[in-house]
């Protein structure tokens, strides 16, 4: 089964920036879509972002538009996900998801908090 493995949060004051990392030990991520997905306390979770894994073509939701940044790095085989001008409203567990061999697979989650 393939593991997804988040690392990268952390506590950041608002304004500040965090780089999350999403890696698959074992398995080459550039040939699949990869979504980044967060959950603050007492909410469901959300979609934040999406990665194609055919044309690399990118989605994101319409509160992190223009501040976050999802892409790939080859070359150590892992998703990214840039997050800058954090705000509060931020805060949460962010997750990387992918669909690997008809499985849905989640990584475990990075906490991620916004506070001054």
């Known amino acids: 089964q393939v593991r997804l493995v988040e690392s990268g949060g952390g506590l950041v004051q608002p304004g500040g920036s965090l780089r999350l990392s999403c890696a698959a030990p074992?398995?080459?991520?550039?040939?699949?879509?990869i979504g980044w997905f967060r959950q603050a306390p007492g909410k469901e979770r959300e979609g934040v972002s999406s990665l194609s894994g055919v044309d690399s073509s990118a989605y994101y939701a319409d509160s992190v538009k223009g501040r976050f940044t999802t892409g790939r790095d080859n070359a150590w085989n892992t998703v990214y996900l840039q997050m800058n001008t954090l705000k509060m409203e931020d805060t949460g567990v962010y997750s990387c998801h992918g669909f690997f061999g008809l499985r849905h697979t989640w990584g475990k989650g990075t906490q991620v908090t916004v506070s001054s």
């Open positions: 074992g398995i080459r991520l550039d040939d699949y879509t």
